[in-house]
């Protein structure tokens, strides 16, 4: 715990003002079950901001959403100043590109090795990498990044699942991406191995300058990690703040969140 | 009752809507070729020593079940004919189909599933790669261009099971065995057999591919898109093998 409290003490630049997310009014249902009811949320460059909620609130729903998996019902959604809603495939993966996602469950890709993995993404933006004929020296360098620099060969079968999730992640920065968004990130993982995740996610952050949207239900992780927090309860954002102020909260729909 | 009619004319029109988006991503590039050639090995080679064991099988026993018949009828000197035509027209390419069906369609089906559960296609989609060209297109085409070299491939090992019960049992030697079979084969047997082989791995393909690909959330789905997958793709064998058949006999009165 004192140590997870170091790592917290943040020495990122969150004075910029300059806005990555932007989302006004997000709906999305699906049949009778109305899942996000108009949330509203604004990162801001070189931010973490921790999304928390419970089961089935719609985090992953609204992460979706900003990616183009999920199209929203309605309402406004702006990433890196562009509007999701109006772009077309060859925009929208132009912008894909500048976003880096790390999948709940890893979602490395099974029949690849790891190498492969983190190639997979370089073969359809080649532009980003103009002049570079070998594509060695960037993959070793996501997977020294995370530790993991002697699995190049590996397959997805043969990691732990601490392994595959920084696998993940470099795979998720390969691209240099100036966005990460991060579902779950230590969900299934022993605590040890989720202190390691945190710390590799506010390195990488600290090494390419990244902002970062980070889901979880994970207090601890939110806790360490978080500049600015957002409670997403019945599909709205229900309460902002720093982790310190929405602790003091006495709202008991917040404290519900942090009691142990 | 009134419910499972509109299920199943919804999943109709889903197949006729995946389908219209094959032929679409497929001929727009860009192309994924060394992924449709990793996947024609995947299909072609990895299933042959199941079609040739099954080939072998069914023309050794199709020659030992008709031989006693054709006996009593003193037409045993025929069998190379009635075996060839038989297996050439119809034996050989609808059990190759359905023995790649189990075999591909199923495989098909659990490989997209699960990679659709654990969101590896929502993965491959965020990385910029457009995930339907990458995975449906390069299986359908790889099932839909290697399922009628298999059928050829059979074909010939079927044709090798039953001249060596003629071998053994009356006498006949390979190469006269051969011959007659290939005197007995014309064109309107080779070629309608061979174009209807084409369909049989398109249905395949799409069948597995559709099935993996729309599978609902949680491990279950998956087992249910392998099962289904399947089941649908013998099914539509079956009925693409009588469209073929009536088709054939309007341009060679078979």
Same mark, same amino acid.
């Given at each position: /715990? ?83 809603? =109006? ?25 690849? =090795? ?48 601490? /392994? ?12 240099? &991406? ?12 022993? &605590? ?8 590799? /996610? ?7 300058? =990244? ?50 | ?27 727009? &590039? ?225």
């Amino acid at each position: /715990m004192k140590e997870q409290e170091n790592i917290g003490n943040t020495e990122l630049d969150t004075t910029n003002e300059e806005v990555v997310i932007k989302i006004q009014d997000l709906r999305k249902s699906f049949g009778d079950n109305q899942v996000l009811r108009g949330f509203d949320m604004e990162l801001r460059k070189g931010e973490n901001l921790v999304v928390m909620g419970k089961s089935g609130s719609g985090k992953s729903v609204m992460i979706k959403c900003l990616v183009g998996l999920m199209s929203p019902d309605s309402g406004y959604v702006e990433v890196l100043g562009k509007d999701i809603n =109006t772009l077309d495939q060859v925009a929208l993966d132009e912008l894909r590109s500048d976003i880096g996602f790390l999948f709940q469950g890893s979602a490395l890709y099974d029949s690849m =090795t790891v190498r492969e993995n983190l190639e997979f993404p370089m073969r359809r933006h080649r532009k980003k990498f103009e002049g570079i004929q070998d594509t060695l020296p960037l993959v070793k360098e996501a997977l020294e990044n995370v530790g993991l620099g002697h699995t190049m060969d590996l397959m997805p079968a043969e990691l732990s699942g601490g /392994m595959k999730r920084r696998v993940a992640l470099a795979r998720a920065i390969i691209l240099k &991406p100036k966005l990460i968004l991060y579902d779950e990130p230590t969900s299934g993982l022993d &605590p040890i191995t989720s202190k390691e995740i945190i710390e590799l /996610m506010r390195s990488i952050q600290k090494k390419y300058g =990244t902002s970062a949207l980070i889901i979880t239900h994970d207090v601890d992780c939110a806790r360490v990690i978080s500049e600015r927090m957002i409670l997403l309860v019945d599909g709205v954002n229900y309460a902002e703040g720093t982790y310190a102020e929405l602790i003091q909260s006495e709202d008991p729909k917040v404290n519900a969140f942090f009691k142990k | 009752m009134i419910d499972k009619i509109k299920r199943f004319f919804i999943e109709i029109g889903d197949v006729s809507y995946f389908s219209a988006r094959f032929f679409k991503q497929a001929i727009n &590039p860009p192309f994924e070729f060394k992924e449709l050639l990793r996947q024609c090995y995947q299909v072609g080679n990895r299933s042959l020593l199941l079609v040739a064991t099954t080939g072998f099988i069914i023309g050794l026993v199709l020659t030992l079940q008709t031989r006693p018949t054709l006996i009593e009828f003193g037409a045993v000197s025929w069998m190379p004919n009635m075996v060839g035509i038989s297996i050439v027209r119809e034996v050989g390419p609808v059990i190759t189909a359905l023995i790649c069906s189990g075999k591909i369609a199923s495989g098909f089906g659990a490989e997209l599933g699960s990679m659709r559960v654990t969101e590896q296609i929502d993965a491959m989609e965020v990385s910029g790669t457009n995930p339907f060209k990458y995975l449906v297109v390069t299986r359908v085409l790889a099932a839909t261009l290697m399922l009628p070299l298999l059928v050829i491939f059979g074909d010939l090992i079927a044709l090798y099971g039953s001249s060596l019960v003629e071998y053994f049992k009356g006498d006949v030697s390979f190469r006269l065995y051969f011959n007659t079979v290939f005197d007995a084969l014309s064109f309107g047997d080779l070629i309608p057999a061979t174009i209807k082989s084409f369909f049989f791995g398109f249905v395949i393909g799409i069948t597995g591919c559709y099935k993996g690909y729309t599978t609902g959330r949680g491990t279950a789905g998956v087992g249910i898109a392998a099962n289904t997958a399947v089941v649908m793709a013998s099914l539509l064998l079956f009925v693409v093998d009588f469209i073929a058949v009536f088709v054939s006999d309007i341009f060679y009165e078979l």
